[in-house]
């Protein structure tokens, strides 16, 4: 059975930074896309960034390029954001997901995700 344990939200002021994690087990990732989404209240679920997880690509949301980091450990299958310049308006839960082998474009969507971790909270102070 797939599981997806995020960690690393919290409350931080405007300006700061936060590393989630994502640990993933149950399955061998090999050319599968593990993504990044988040939703804030009355919101709908937003794509935030993604990795091919044989180093195809990553891809970015227009509003965090610049200021967030997807990157993986094969080793311990797991996939981390780091988020720096954090904004009031990152504030929101934020899930991992994971899909089969998608392409770049495909990874915006969270109906191609299979997989979903429970979500952490992300609150960003001003």
């Known amino acids: 059975q797939v599981q997806l344990v995020e960690s690393g939200g919290g409350l931080v002021q405007a300006g700061g930074s936060l590393r989630l994690s994502c640990a993933a087990s149950g399955r061998t990732l090999s050319g599968d896309a593990m993504g990044w989404f988040r939703q804030a209240p009355e919101k709908d679920r937003e794509f935030v960034a993604a990795i091919n997880w044989s180093g195809g690509y990553t891809r970015y949301a227009d509003s965090v390029k610049g200021r967030f980091t997807i990157s993986k450990d094969n080793a311990k299958n797991t996939v981390y954001l780091q988020m720096n310049n954090l904004k009031p308006e990152d504030t929101a839960v934020y899930y991992c997901?994971?899909?089969?082998?998608?392409?770049?474009?495909?990874?915006?969507?969270?109906?191609?995700?299979?997989?979903w971790g429970q979500g952490t909270q992300v609150t960003v102070s001003s």
């Open positions: 997901a994971l899909g089969g082998p998608l392409p770049a474009i495909a990874t915006i969507y969270p109906r191609y995700f299979t997989y």
